[in-house]
Nanobody
Framework: VQLQASGGGLVQAGGSLRLSCAAS????????GGWFRQAPGKEREFVAA????????DYAASVKGRFTISRDNVKKTLFLQMNSLKPEDTAVYYC?????????????????WGQGTLVTVSS
């Protein structure tokens, strides 16, 4: 499966962005989805995950209450709505699929990471 993340850009602190992740292939709806990010000089970290049917979600503590993950299984797309952005949210954001929400949280994903989409938050 191939995933293409988009929607990144430059935004001021306090602003919002909505990321999208389009999947190719027919297996999208069978898998949990997730978003990760990697800031310059740091390790890639988990941001959010969603169960295959959208019935359960989980978030990193640093984004809980500000970010919302969702999915559209018909359009084979993951979304990440990011509100109240902070400069520390600046990173390349990647999307991923995994066999379960827990596996996604652990970074055990089935796809290659790809190029991601850059989010830059200015202070």
């Amino acid at each position: 499966v191939q995933l293409q993340a988009s929607g990144g850009g430059l935004v001021q602190a306090g602003g919002s962005l909505r990321l999208s992740c389009a999947a190719s292939g027919s297996i999208f709806s069978n898998y949990a989805g997730g978003w990760f990010r990697q800031a310059p000089g740091k390790e890639r970290e988990f941001v959010a995950a969603i169960r295959w049917d959208g019935g359960s979600t989980d978030y990193a503590a640093s984004v809980k209450g500000r970010f919302t993950i969702s999915r559209d299984n018909v359009k084979k797309t993951l979304f990440l709505q990011m509100n109240s952005l902070k400069p520390e949210d600046t990173a390349v954001y990647y999307c991923a699929l995994g066999t379960s929400l827990v596996m996604v949280q652990r970074g055990a994903v089935i796809n290659s990471w790809g190029q991601g989409t850059l989010v830059t938050v200015s202070s």
